[in-house]
């Protein structure tokens, strides 16, 4: 922030603390600023003030607590700094910051963050963020922006920074071309890092970037009539959209292109989708490498049943039901078990397909089915007479405190040519409310395995 600015913003919110208006930051922030302001490699500090909704009010007109508050302090870098040079600014001013932010009395109910700038970095860290944490932050995006980037920013939580999703990197670069020096940077400084670049995204769920596939998505970028390449390792995927109108050599071209590639094995296999201008896909594996059928291992560590030979199972030979609905860190997961009721084995082999609907009847808007374990070809289950299989849904917990449309049915097709059957999500195992699969959740779904 230029100085002039700075200098009227905290004229004006002087002004407004001596009406009366809005208390300024409390003294022992505004303190450690000043001495922040002093640091070696620090060129401005700016601090602003902003206030949540009024407490609730008691009987008597008193009110339970301060009215609560956020002091934003932000921490300006200058630009001539190595690496260790500017972690060393930022671990220190971060050290008098939260340093201040403990000594601020709790009855004021205020809360302390920081953000650390400069060259296009952008450091986020609250008060308990350590400062070591922080300090391997600001040097690994000075490396990053060295190393190409445009723009990295992070946002650190509270600990030593292990934290996969605060100890991300998102990373900008300014051409395709300049991730492959900006991989190779984080993967030598052993940062987790997402990366992009016009028409090139590198989606890392959490990981250090892999510097050849990283190269091999910059190719992909490159290839005639590739308009946005995004590789996402969650899924061991990698999506090329093109101009291309359906049936064009182009889009044969690429495919053979993607085949021929020295890249992928069968042991790590990584699959591809083309789509076409219209959106249409086509789907297949890069190097042609397409991993071997493979199933979980049976629930409860049972021994498989036997591949006998037996016809598929229809809908009718299949009794579908749903299971115990269990929660665990953020993440609840619930089992359509299917049981075999035909009199003799039959086979099944893939995942059930899903319908989530609200207690109208109508369907859930934007739910996404992903499978559980992207890359893995469900291997085909023999079932004999009696027994049961089963197919583990997995979904992230969703609020549901403005009482949103609860899933309360689940529409369950158990294979290929069956109707789908109703399962009541509301009984016994369920909660009675349904399901929080709502608008816009996404569902990871496993593979039939043996049931117990």
Same mark, same amino acid.
């Given at each position: 922030m230029p100085p002039l600015r700075r200098v009227l913003l905290l004229a004006t919110a002087s002004a407004l603390v001596l009406a009366g208006c809005t208390p300024g930051p409390p003294d022992e922030v505004e303190s450690a600023a000043e001495a922040v302001r002093a640091l070696p490699g620090v060129a401005d500090v700016a601090v602003t003030r902003t206030f949540g909704p009024e407490p609730v009010q008691? +009987?008597?007109?008193q009110r339970s607590e301060t009215r609560p508050s956020t002091v934003q302090v932000e921490v300006v870098l200058a630009r001539a700094l190595d690496p260790?040079? @500017?972690?060393?600014?930022?671990?220190?001013?971060? #050290?008098?910051?939260?340093?201040?932010?403990?000594?601020?009395?709790?009855?004021? +109910?205020?809360?302390?963050?920081?953000?650390?700038?400069?060259?296009?970095?952008?450091?986020?860290?609250?008060? $308990?963020t350590a400062a070591d944490a922080l300090v391997n932050a600001v040097e690994d995006g000075y490396d990053l922006l060295a190393a190409g980037a445009t723009t990295v920013g992070l946002a650190l939580?509270?600990? +030593?920074g292990s934290d996969p999703i605060a100890a991300t990197a998102h990373v900008a670069a300014a051409a395709p071309g300049d991730l492959v020096d900006v991989a190779e940077a984080a993967d030598e400084l052993d940062r987790r890092a997402e990366l992009e670049a016009p028409g090139a995204r590198y989606r890392s769920a959490g990981s250090v970037p892999d510097v050849d596939t990283v190269r091999l998505l910059v190719a992909a970028?490159?290839?005639?009539?590739?308009? %946005?390449?995004?590789?996402?390792?969650?899924? #061991?995927?990698?999506?090329?959209?093109?101009? @291309?109108?359906?049936?064009?050599?182009?889009?044969? %071209?690429?495919? #053979?292109?993607?085949?021929?590639? $020295?890249?992928?094995?069968?042991?790590?296999?990584?699959?591809?989708?083309?789509? $076409?201008?219209?959106?249409?896909?086509?789907?297949?594996?890069?190097?042609g490498a397409e991993p071997a059928p493979s199933s979980p291992e049976p629930a409860g560590g049972a021994t498989p049943w036997p591949d006998d030979a037996a016809p598929d199972c229809t809908g009718p030979d299949l009794d579908v039901t749903l299971g115990v609905v269990d929660s665990a860190a953020g993440t609840r997961g619930v089992s359509v078990r299917a049981r075999n009721v035909s009199g003799r084995p039959c086979a099944v082999?893939?995942?059930?397909?899903?319908?989530?609907? +609200?207690?109208?009847?109508?369907?859930?808007?934007?739910v996404t089915v992903q499978p559980a374990e992207p890359g893995l070809v469900p291997a085909r289950v023999v079932v004999p007479d009696g027994e049961a299989v089963l197919a583990l849904l997995l979904w992230h917990t969703m609020s549901t405190a403005n009482d949103p449309d609860t899933t309360?049915?689940?529409?369950?097709?158990?294979?290929?040519?069956?109707?789908?059957v109703p399962l009541d999500a509301t009984t016994d195992g369920t909660p009675a409310t349904g399901l929080d699969v709502l608008d816009g959740a996404e569902v990871r779904v496993g593979p039939w395995t043996r049931g117990d």
């Open positions: 008691g +009987n008597f007109g260790e040079e @500017a972690g060393e600014a930022a671990g220190s001013a971060h #050290r008098l910051l939260t340093s201040a932010a403990r000594d601020v009395d709790e009855r004021e +109910n205020v809360t302390v963050a920081s953000d650390f700038v400069g060259s296009g970095l952008r450091v986020g860290a609250g008060p $308990d939580g509270e600990g +030593n970028a490159g290839r005639p009539g590739v308009q %946005d390449a995004t590789y996402l390792a969650q899924e #061991r995927r990698l999506t090329l959209q093109t101009d @291309a109108e359906s049936g064009a050599q182009s889009l044969a %071209d690429l495919r #053979r292109w993607l085949e021929a590639q $020295d890249f992928a094995t069968a042991d790590a296999p990584l699959a591809y989708t083309v789509l $076409d201008a219209g959106y249409a896909e086509t789907t297949g594996w890069v190097s082999q893939g995942v059930p397909d899903l319908g989530f609907e +609200n207690a109208a009847g109508q369907p859930q808007q934007d309360t049915t689940v529409q369950v097709t158990p294979v290929p040519g069956a109707g789908p």
